[in-house]
């Protein structure tokens, strides 16, 4: 059976700091990616998404960026945080031929 | 590309009511329609989908039809629960996924 494992589940990290999600998908190979924002009471944004390894798509800009460096791994970064970083951010994969998608339990972030 | 219409939460009901939430989505084409549910402080989960029209989907006692002809797929259950409060969000397929921006559904006991 396929799981996605995200960490850490919660975070607290002053502005100007840097961050990195990380995102494990196990059972499946050559997933497709995706990483997502979820501001309090909204939403999905999304922010990247994967079709293989090191091919990453953005979808709005901003200071994020992701890389993926392993079929099955999808990392999210920050050089500088802002407080508008703030935000729930979910991974989430489907398979190669599907759009279904499978969400992680998310990492919950506090930009002090 | 895609976009999504949903209801605008939040939606509150008493325990054994009809819940109905509205969805209107435009797609190129006919893409699968997905509901999604997210209880509070989790991801989200697959609640159920439909792949092309008239296709009911249906799980946990919710169900939502497939209508071209409406561009839509309203998720419904008879008989809500407390447990059932949580958001929900509709989605049609498509390489870049689009989210409806979600109802939060409140049931009182």
């Known amino acids: 059976s396929q799981t996605i494992h995200q960490w850490p589940a919660t975070l607290v990290q002053p502005v100007g700091s840097p961050l990195s999600l990380e995102c494990t998908v196990e059972g499946t190979s050559n997933p497709n990616l995706y990483w997502y924002r979820q501001a309090a009471g909204r939403g999905l944004q999304l922010l990247f998404y994967?079709?293989?390894?090191?091919?990453i798509s953005s979808e709005v800009p901003q200071n994020l960026s992701a890389s993926r460096p392993q079929d099955r791994q999808f990392i999210l970064s920050s050089k500088k945080l802002l407080l508008s970083d703030s935000g729930f951010y979910l991974c989430?994969?489907?398979?190669?031929?599907?759009?279904?998608?499978?969400f992680g339990p998310g990492t919950r972030l506090t930009v002090t | 590309g895609n976009s999504v219409t949903q209801m605008e939460g939040p939606v509150t009901l008493s325990e054994e009511a009809f819940l109905t939430i509205n969805c209107t989505y435009t797609?190129?084409?006919?893409?699968?329609l997905f509901w999604y549910v997210q209880y509070p402080g989790e991801g989200l989960q697959l609640l159920l989908k439909?792949?092309?029209?008239?296709d009911k989907g249906s799980n946990k006692g919710f169900e939502a039809t497939y209508r071209k002809e409406t561009t839509s797929f309203h998720l419904e259950k008879g008989s809500v629960q407390v447990s059932d409060s949580a958001v929900y969000f509709c989605?049609?397929?498509?390489?870049?996924?689009?989210f409806g921006p979600g109802t939060r559904l409140s049931v009182l006991p």
């Open positions: 994967s079709v293989g390894i090191g091919q």
């Open positions: 989430a994969y489907a398979r190669s031929n599907s759009y279904e998608q499978y």
């Open positions: 439909a792949t092309k029209a008239d």
């Open positions: 797609a190129t084409g006919y893409p699968s």
């Open positions: 989605a049609p397929a498509g390489q870049n996924f689009v």
